[in-house]
């Protein structure tokens, strides 16, 4: 697999220099990607702007990462400005997957889900004993 990596101490970029996300790349992505992981990267993204096509395993490792990076408060984000190839993206039904065009985009992205968990393990303030004998129906 041709790529590049950069590591940043938010993300790891890895810019795929593949025409095809098929075959044994898939394969070599996903060791890749698990090492990252043991590294202590949860959120990717991945420059795809050379890719054109993916087959089935390619689909699966996509769904796969994806998962991890979700199960782990993560984001993976994919770059594309191709509209054909996003749509094969869009049609593989990967569930949250963020298909965005430029890296600004991307490391945008990866921040403000970085904000949400934050604010999502927050406190919310909300405590049931607040709403006792609070009756959300109208008497008329």
Do not use: Q, W
């Not at 993300?11 to 890749?32: C, G």
């Not at 965005?100 to 303030?125: I, K, Q, R, S, Y």
């Amino acid at each position: 697999m041709n790529y590049k990596l950069e590591r940043s101490e938010k993300y790891a970029l890895i810019d795929l220099k593949e025409v095809a996300f098929a075959e044994e790349v898939p394969t070599t992505f996903e060791e890749l990607v698990r090492k990252l992981f043991r590294e202590g990267y949860h959120n990717l993204i991945v420059a795809m702007n050379e890719t054109k096509t993916l087959d089935s395993n390619g689909v699966i490792v996509l769904r796969k990462v994806n998962r991890l990076c979700i199960n782990d408060l993560g984001i993976l984000v994919v770059i594309t400005k191709d509209e054909d190839f996003e749509d094969l993206l869009a049609d593989s039904k990967i569930p949250d997957l963020t298909i965005l065009p430029t890296l600004e985009e991307a490391v945008d992205a990866v921040f403000m889900n970085d904000l949400e968990n934050e604010f999502g393990a927050g406190d919310d303030d909300y405590d049931d004993e607040d709403y006792d004998g609070v009756s959300e129906t109208k008497d008329v």
